[in-house]
């Protein structure tokens, strides 16, 4: 259990690292029309930047899917945020006071399922049954593969004709996070229940303000 839970605080640190990175955009962007300046879409923006990026350039011939370009993109996306924190800086205080309970209580929300589901897949961790193995198996191809189209596993010679996007984005996080499809693979169904737990939260609390006003 100790390790389980080393591996997942592990995955939800760098995980975090996305959301620092996205907020001086959101902050630009959504300031004035949402209650938390798109707070909980942080980790889903880099995430579809990072991928979309190296998806488009890796279709071109390009060699660009692979761990070291993924943090090669990070870095640049981390020079970006920082120059961009210098424009917003004077009024993050004001945006913290008002937004600080609402940011608390989404991001318990992505803890909860993050770590929640996380732990309950450790219990029965095999990918055994329905499409899991096949799931697996595409995104262990992605990481091996650093151009794409994706070479079909059953069929040499072929390019696999199937709906892999999501397998795609799997494989991008389990590259960033360093950590093998067997234990990642868990942690991504975490990932998306905690993205789904804060984004729906902040959508529905966006709504009710809207409304009261």
């Known amino acids: 259990m100790v390790q389980d ?11 975090f ?18 209650l938390t300046a798109g707070w909980a879409f942080g980790r ?4 579809m930047v990072l991928s979309l990026f190296i998806w488009f350039t890796a279709h071109l011939g390009l060699p660009t899917n692979t761990p070291a370009m993924i943090w090669l993109l990070l ?16 009024v993050v205080s004001d945006w913290i006071k008002v937004s600080r309970w609402s940011i608390f209580c989404q991001e318990i929300l992505f803890l909860v399922g993050f770590f929640g589901l996380s732990l309950v897949r450790t219990y029965q961790p095999n990918m055994m049954d329905l499409e899991k193995f096949m799931d697996a198996g595409l995104m262990i191809a992605y990481w091996r593969s650093p151009t794409l189209p994706l070479q079909d596993m059953w069929l040499a010679g072929q390019n696999f004709n ?22 990642s693979y868990n942690l991504l169904l975490g990932l998306i229940c905690g993205l789904v737990l804060m984004e729906s939260f902040a959508v529905v609390a966006d709504l009710v303000v809207d409304h009261e006003k």
């Not at 690292?17 to 949402?34: C, D, E, M, N, V």
């Not at 892999?164 to 950590?179: D, E, N």
């Open 17 to 34: 690292i996305w959301q620092w990175l996205a907020l001086p955009w959101l902050i630009t962007w959504f300031k004035h029309r949402s």
């Open 44 to 47: 889903l923006l880099v995430w």
């Open 162 to 183: 199937y709906y892999t996007f999501g397998h795609f984005l799997g494989a991008i996080v389990s590259q960033f996070w360093g950590i093998e499809i067997r234990y």
């Open 75 to 90: 870095l640049v996306m981390g020079f970006l945020s920082y120059r961009q924190w210098q424009v917003v800086k004077p």
């Open 5 to 15: 839970l080393l591996l997942i605080s592990y995955a939800w640190i760098l995980t």
